[in-house]
């Protein structure tokens, strides 16, 4: 099985749970890492389709890895979703591309899990915070497994960092088909 972890993040350099987790990445056999803001920095018109879509074909699961960005993906995450899922090559009569491969979010927020509670400020679950990219997966053909989230990610301490990255290593090596989401 093959893993292709996306990571973006819109102030790499003030990254911290990212950082901890594309390294997990990073660490693992076959998994590849491409951090959408080290290649193409915030100029979306310069990402290379050919070589994401590439990367997403050799792929069996496939792992969007960023923070959640006042309540949806970063802004260049957004935009690369918009160029590399094509017409004719993720959807549409001839758009098979992703259809069968597993799709996975993994978000950090800094915000409490508490908050991402029908009783928290936001009144909405992270889960349906995520539902826009759940429907975009099923719209494709992708077999949606559930989100793993990561909450009060600002000002972690050493033993918080290490309990996450030990929950997204073993996350990794789940077998496909193991973490659906309903």
Known sequence: MKTLVIVSHPTPQQSIAI????????????????HLDQLYGTDSNAIDIAAE????EAAD???????THWFN?????????????TY??????????????????????????????HAGLIEATMDEVLSPMKASALYVGMKYRAPLAF???MGLDEASLD????RFAANLQAPLGSQRAD
């Open 19 to 34: 950082k901890a987790l594309q390294q997990v990445a990073e660490a693992q056999d076959k998994v590849t890492v491409r």
């Open 53 to 56: 879509q590439q990367a997403h």
């Open 61 to 67: 699961r496939i792992i969007y890895l960023y923070p």
């Open 73 to 85: 993906t970063t802004p260049m995450l957004k935009a690369y979703l918009n160029q590399v899922w």
């Open 88 to 117: 004719g090559w993720a959807f549409g009569p001839e758009g098979k591309a992703l259809h069968g491969k597993e799709l996975q979010i993994v978000t950090t927020a800094g915000a409490t899990e508490f908050t991402y509670s």
């Open 151 to 153: 909450y009060s990610a």
């Open 163 to 166: 309990a996450m990255r030990s």
